[in-house]
């Protein structure tokens, strides 16, 4: 029998078509391609066209889902390209992040602060829901409490407090590093909340995959996502 136009499509394809059971051909893929692309797709699709039985051509329909597979695919395909290019963008990115973290002071969740050079700490803390009552307490090294800070009533979310590093008595207190805690409550309710403090980057840590995180003093390894604020 005289090679076929659709034979020859196939085997340019790397595909080998041998005998012909019935109507349904034997197909060797003994050629070196092992998948199709958009061309082969297209090509394949032309030479079923050309060799189709004219007395009982391809359904319009069949037609019409052939077509609308091969946009999916080629969709899909596209779409996994670009989403890998962003996320290796991202990556980039998140390495530089980690990087340029180290040697500045940033803004965590902790309870160890370090005094300032001008002497005192400063911080913040976060409830999860509105406060009628607020307490920041501090205390020195030796657990002894150095100093109570009245936030009073707040709202869900951050509040800043700021210690000038002197008792009630205006006298100046050294003890640190300082441990800071918080109390919160609505009324008769306990509100959780969490203190956040400033501390030096010492070092980041990139790893192959997930996210970059930090060497944090007092406060240990963070991730880059549990910064709350960055300061040189």
Do not use: C, H
Not at 122 to 140: C, P, R, W, Y
Not at 195 to 214: D, M, R, Y
């Amino acid at each position: 029998m005289a090679t076929s136009s659709f034979d020859q499509t196939l085997s340019s394809l790397g595909i080998k078509r041998s005998g012909a059971t019935g109507t349904t051909p034997k197909v060797s893929t003994s050629g070196t391609k092992t998948t199709l692309d958009q061309s082969d797709f297209l090509a394949l699709m032309t030479a079923q066209m050309k060799n189709q039985d004219p007395f009982n051509p391809v359904d319009n329909t069949q037609m019409v889902a052939q077509m609308a597979q091969f946009s999916s695919t080629a969709g899909i395909s596209q779409m996994n390209a670009t989403l890998t290019g962003i996320a290796s963008k991202l990556n980039a990115a998140s390495a530089s992040d980690a990087m340029g973290y180290v040697g500045k002071a940033v803004l965590t969740a902790g309870d160890t602060a370090y005094e300032r050079t001008s002497g005192g700490i400063t911080g913040a803390i976060e409830l999860d829901t509105d406060a009628t009552d607020v307490n920041v307490s501090i205390t020195d090294a030796n657990g002894n409490v150095v100093k109570n800070i009245q936030l009073g009533k707040q709202s869900a979310g951050s509040a800043t407090f700021d210690w000038d590093g002197k008792d009630d008595a205006g006298n100046k207190v050294e003890g640190g590093p300082y441990k800071v805690s918080v109390d919160a409550a609505n009324l008769s309710k306990v509100v959780p909340a969490r203190t956040l403090v400033w501390a030096p980057v010492e070092s980041a840590a990139l790893p192959a995959s997930g996210e970059p995180t930090l060497k944090v003093t007092g406060v240990g390894t963070v991730k880059t996502s549990a910064v709350r604020g960055v300061a040189a």
